[in-house]
């Protein structure tokens, strides 16, 4: 057996023709009790979507976490199973609510338990994204519920029941678990009088300020990246979303927290394409993961 083994979930299934939503990297053996977790770096784009989209695929991959999941991919070797989405954030968005939607793209009134107010949702960010990164409109026409509700039950829901069992697991082997939820972010934006400000660090940590992860798990979890040579910063503009805030339980021996790892580092933006300097991030992260796993198997 080799160092890793693949959870086959990026079969098609038999009876819809479309993928399933998650795949699963196992190490040989798991030997540390941190899980590693890569929601947005999903690059199936269904053949009707890309049809229904004003626009063209590279510009919808502009909300993926491109190259983010073969960058930790290396937490195999460390000990650490790696969960990663195989949609893509454009299509579906699993580090929301299941039901975080703004109303205003359907053709009929949503149902009331879905969360309409929600801040993320108004701003085109929802479980269904109204919006690329660059705030380019997704969709040519409005949506139709019972399509939608059907494509969360088939992805959100699955990616979450792996999550929670990767989680659980972990917690009943270790006594404990801390997840690691993988990201990356734009290297700035546009200010409302259209300046580019652009992000000054490499990495922002965010733990929802001290609430989803022990303060030492941040601060060590710090210090092994600016060894690797990372600039850090915490909690802005980047705290954690529905991942650190639904599953970060420091209490109850579940740490989660949240790593945005800057696109400029590795990656054209524009043309979503790796960099020369990407095989360069790769080694630093592996150094770096193979710290913190062997810091979590011996503190946690």
């Known amino acids: 057996m080799g160092a890793s083994t693949t959870e086959a979930y990026d079969r098609l299934d038999e009876t819809s023709g479309a993928k399933a939503s998650f795949i699963i990297l196992h190490p040989k053996k798991q030997t540390t009790p941190v899980v590693y977790a890569s929601p947005h770096s999903g690059c199936y784009y269904p053949q009707d979507f890309i049809e229904s989209s004003l626009l063209n695929p590279t510009a919808l991959r502009r909300s993926e976490d491109a190259f983010i999941?073969?960058?930790?991919e290396a937490c195999t070797k460390f000990g650490s199973p790696l969960l990663k989405a195989v949609y893509p954030r454009a299509y579906i968005d699993v580090n929301r609510e299941p039901y975080e939607l703004d109303p205003n793209m359907f053709d009929s009134p949503l149902?009331?338990?879905v969360n309409?107010?929600?801040p993320r949702a108004q701003v085109g960010l929802g479980t269904i994204a109204k919006i690329v990164t660059?705030?380019?409109?997704?969709?040519?026409n409005k949506l139709h519920f019972p399509v939608i509700d059907e494509r969360i039950k088939r992805l959100y829901h699955p990616y979450h029941a792996a999550l929670r069992?990767?989680?659980?697991e972990t917690r009943e082997r270790f006594g404990t678990c801390l997840l690691i939820d993988c990201h990356s972010m734009p290297s700035g934006s546009l200010t409302p009088n259209g300046d580019f400000q652009r992000i000054e660090a490499d990495i922002i940590l965010g733990d929802r300020f001290g609430t989803s992860c022990d303060s030492w798990i941040t601060e060590r979890t710090q210090h092994v990246l600016e060894t690797q040579g990372f600039s850090v910063k915490r909690?802005?503009?980047y705290a954690g979303?529905?991942?650190?805030q639904h599953y970060g339980e420091p209490a109850r021996q579940t740490h989660v927290l949240q790593i945005e790892l800057n696109r400029a580092l590795y990656m054209d933006e524009d043309h979503i394409t790796p960099l020369p300097q990407l095989n360069d991030v790769k080694r630093r992260l592996q150094a770096a993961i193979e710290d913190l796993n062997a810091l979590a198997k011996a503190s946690l």
């Open 69 to 72: 999941d073969e960058i930790y």
């Open 111 to 113: 149902p009331s338990f």
């Open 116 to 118: 309409t107010d929600s």
């Open 134 to 140: 660059n705030g380019a409109d997704i969709y040519r």
């Open 165 to 168: 069992r990767l989680i659980e």
């Open 235 to 237: 909690n802005r503009p």
């Open 241 to 244: 979303g529905f991942t650190t």
